[in-house]
């Protein structure tokens, strides 16, 4: 979310609430969310960082768009960098220089391919001039050119983040008063719908039952080792509590017409950071890598979490259902072994449970009242993916499912959020 737009509501908020884990059957939040220590301003070479995102290169290697007021500058530009990983410094480049202007751009997001690069403009800005555009180039490096505004999408901020789903590109952005929406767009310069989003659709639905609630923003979607998008955070402003991490285990709530509506398919606040303004999150693997200000940017906030995505299929017909088990980055290196499993069943124990509370050192709620548990494995390069094969003939309905993980080396219990499993 635009900074001014951020502030303005920062400086608002009354005293500093605690931070807190709000729902239980959200992800499991791992250990205490700190600063990221390689994304501080003095490493972009700024004096604030507002936005960071990521695709991965290979080899634990990423490249990044980030959002940064450099230093001596008033206004927000977007820069690109590389990043070896954690314990590394970004190592910033010139690709994106020629698509700011004098005045704020912000929340720049590349595709998978790195071709092609969205951001918001400021009015000034000679491509944008207040919306949202994308540029394209040749190779995986070098500047962008081409840039438009992309049409199909609102004029205005509207964090613009580039997904993939089913192997295409796509688009999502924040739609003040409608939640998150998700569309295709052809990022082919050559093609007479470059820069066109279509068959718009519905990724995140407004948090109405959340007290307070105001609107979304900040997309930014999980993806797994195949890099599709398999689920999505984004923030969540109430009035109360200020703008927090939220994750919901699918990028396409249109997907799943019964769960999203009457069961609980929904976004959960992972954590809430007092009246903090935390927003426009970078995501590899189980950690969510969110800008975080108070009255200026600081320095962003890690927040490792312990994820499983949801999946639907055609009832009627078989099929296999492919869930997306996600911990911390990292997590699982280092010699520990995860064991993981999967509890499918169709209702919510009425008093989650709190693997402390009976004797094991744990991150998460037991919810799902288990029907079936399927023994899956271990992790790997912290990600477990579950393939669940679905034979014809099964008629419309809805499991629940949760992620368990037990690291065998220390003991350690992890339980994700509840996610769905839907035949419609």
């Known amino acids: 979310m635009h900074k001014a737009l951020s502030l303005l509501i920062a400086g608002a908020f009354g005293a500093t609430l605690p931070a807190q884990i709000t729902d239980p059957c959200g992800p499991a939040v791992v250990g205490a969310p700190a600063a990221f220590t390689d994304f501080t301003a003095a490493n972009f070479g700024a004096t604030e960082v507002g936005q960071v995102n990521l695709v991965a290169t290979g080899g634990g290697n990423f490249a990044g768009t980030a959002t940064i007021k450099k230093t001596g500058a008033t206004d927000w530009d977007i820069i690109t960098f590389t990043w070896a990983g954690p314990g590394n410094a970004p190592v910033t480049n010139t690709d994106a220089d020629a698509l700011n202007g004098t005045t704020d751009e912000f929340q720049g997001s590349l595709n998978l391919t790195r071709t092609a690069i969205v951001m918001d403009t400021g009015s000034t800005n000679p491509w944008g001039a207040g919306a949202a555009i994308i540029a394209t180039r040749a190779g995986t490096s070098g500047p962008f050119s081409n840039a438009i505004p992309m049409a199909g999408v609102p004029t205005g901020y509207i964090d613009p983040h580039l997904g993939t789903i089913g192997g295409r590109d796509v688009i999502f952005w924040a739609d003040v008063g409608t939640g998150i929406k998700v569309g295709d767009i052809d990022t082919n310069p050559s093609s007479g719908s470059y820069g066109v989003v279509t068959n718009v659709r519905d990724a995140v639905l407004p948090r109405t039952q959340q007290s307070g609630f105001n609107f979304l923003?900040?997309?930014?979607?999980?993806?797994?080792?195949?890099?599709?998008?398999?689920?999505?955070?984004?923030?969540?402003?109430?009035?109360?509590?200020?703008?927090?991490?939220?994750?919901?285990?699918?990028?396409?709530?249109?997907?799943?017409?019964?769960?999203?509506?009457?069961?609980?398919?929904?976004?959960?606040?992972?954590?809430?950071?007092?009246?903090?303004?935390?927003?426009?999150?970078?995501?590899?693997?189980?950690?969510?890598?969110?800008?975080?200000?108070?009255?200026?940017?600081?320095?962003?906030?890690?927040?490792?979490?312990?994820?499983?995505?949801?999946?639907?299929?055609?009832?009627?017909?078989?099929?296999?259902?492919?869930?997306?088990?996600?911990?911390?980055?990292?997590?699982?290196?280092?010699?520990?072994?995860?064991?993981?499993?999967?509890?499918?069943?169709?209702?919510?124990?009425?008093?989650?449970?709190?693997?402390?509370?009976?004797?094991?050192?744990?991150?998460?709620?037991?919810?799902?009242?288990?029907?079936?548990?399927?023994?899956?494995?271990?992790?790997?390069?912290?990600?477990?993916?579950?393939?669940?094969?679905?034979?014809?003939?099964?008629?419309?309905?809805?499991?629940?499912?949760?992620?368990?993980?037990?690291?065998?080396?220390?003991?350690?219990?992890?339980?994700?959020?509840?996610?769905?499993?839907?035949?419609r």
């Open 217 to 423: 923003h900040s997309p930014s979607t999980q993806r797994d080792s195949t890099n599709e998008s398999v689920a999505i955070y984004c923030s969540s402003y109430a009035a109360s509590t200020g703008s927090d991490s939220v994750y919901q285990s699918t990028p396409d709530v249109t997907l799943f017409p019964s769960a999203s509506l009457t069961f609980r398919l929904q976004s959960y606040v992972v954590y809430d950071d007092g009246t903090n303004w935390d927003a426009n999150p970078a995501v590899i693997r189980g950690s969510a890598i969110y800008a975080k200000a108070t009255s200026v940017y600081t320095d962003p906030l890690r927040i490792n979490t312990v994820t499983l995505s949801s999946a639907s299929l055609p009832a009627f017909t078989a099929g296999t259902a492919r869930h997306v088990m996600m911990f911390p980055y990292q997590s699982t290196s280092g010699g520990n072994t995860v064991l993981t499993a999967l509890n499918l069943g169709i209702s919510v124990l009425p008093n989650p449970i709190d693997p402390n509370s009976i004797g094991f050192v744990g991150f998460g709620f037991l919810c799902v009242a288990p029907v079936v548990g399927l023994t899956t494995g271990p992790a790997t390069n912290d990600e477990l993916v579950v393939n669940i094969p679905v034979p014809a003939g099964i008629q419309q309905g809805v499991l629940l499912a949760q992620g368990i993980g037990v690291n065998i080396t220390n003991g350690q219990v992890f339980l994700s959020n509840v996610a769905v499993l839907e035949l």
